[in-house]
């Protein structure tokens, strides 16, 4: 699949993307419920890869430059292991047209 003339590369578009830092995290892992996980979901399938296994068996999510997607939550296969909800007002991914 070729790309078209109007075509915009991952590293343009990420540099017209603002991350607006809330000060709580948005997403929350439950740590005991992700060691029991076998397929690491949400690791996979994350666009910002912010997902990150750790030594003990855990997950660890850096909420800095998420992109709000809800992906992580809609695959996770452990109950109660994501909780994820919008950043607070005025917090958050902001796209912006080059």
Same mark, same amino acid.
């Given at each position: 699949?070729?790309?078209?003339?109007?075509?915009?590369?991952?590293e343009?578009?990420m540099a017209?993307?603002?991350?607006r830092v809330?000060?709580?995290?948005h997403i929350?892992i439950?740590?005991?419920?992700?060691r029991g996980?076998?397929t690491r979901?949400c690791?996979?399938? #994350?666009?910002?890869?912010?997902f $990150?296994?750790?030594?003990d %068996?855990? *997950?660890?999510f850096? +909420?800095e430059?998420?992109?709000? #997607?809800g992906?992580c939550?809609l $695959?996770c296969?452990?109950k %109660?292991? *994501?909780s994820?909800? +919008?950043?607070e007002g005025g917090?958050?991914?902001?796209?912006r047209r080059?």
């Open positions: 699949m070729r790309a078209g003339p109007d075509a915009v590369s991952f343009d578009a017209t993307t603002e991350f809330a000060p709580v995290a929350t439950d740590g005991d419920a992700c996980c076998t979901a690791v996979v399938a #994350c666009p910002a890869k912010l $990150v296994p750790t030594a %068996g855990g *997950i660890l850096n +909420y430059q998420c992109f709000e #997607c992906t939550y $695959v296969n452990e %109660g292991a *994501i994820w909800s +919008y950043p917090a958050g991914v902001v796209y080059s």
